[in-house]
Nanobody, 125 residues
Framework: QVQLVESGGGLVQAGGSLRLSCAAS????????MGWFRQAPGKEREFVAG????????VYADSVKGRFTISRDNAKNTVYLQMNSLKPEDTAVYSC??????????????????WGQGTQVTVSL
């Protein structure tokens, strides 16, 4: 069982930056691939970024490539999402997720086994 707790969301102006954190419980954090998803009102949950258990490989949605960076610190059981050049269309609830196959970065929600409760990110004009 893995418990995930996100933090770092908030209100920011367009062009600004935020860093989200996701802290995981347990002693086998490095055995999980981690992903960030987001869901805006009235829209489906969408993949944002993912990273393998080792941290060597990452994948990004086209909409955030070049602006967002995913990273992890396995010693701290934490995965991060650095978000730069934020746009109003980035407004959503952001959730982190853990998948048992550490080397697989799934881009659909069902690829992941554990979810955090999410943190709100709001980008104003």
């Amino acid at each position: 069982q893995v418990q995930l707790v996100e933090s770092g969301g908030g209100l920011v102006q367009a062009g600004g930056s935020l860093r989200l954190s996701c802290a995981a419980s347990g002693r086998t954090f490095s055995s999980y691939a981690m992903g960030w998803f987001r869901q805006a009102p009235g829209k489906e949950r969408e993949f944002v970024a993912g990273i393998t258990g080792s941290g060597v490989t990452n994948v990004y949605a086209d909409s955030v490539k070049g602006r967002f960076t995913i990273s992890r610190d396995n010693a701290k059981n934490t995965v991060y999402l650095q978000m730069n050049s934020l746009k109003p269309e980035d407004t959503a609830v952001y959730s982190c997720a853990a998948g048992r196959r550490s080397f697989v970065i799934g881009q659909t929600p069902r690829s992941y086994d554990y979810w955090g409760q999410g943190t709100q990110v709001t980008v104003s004009l």
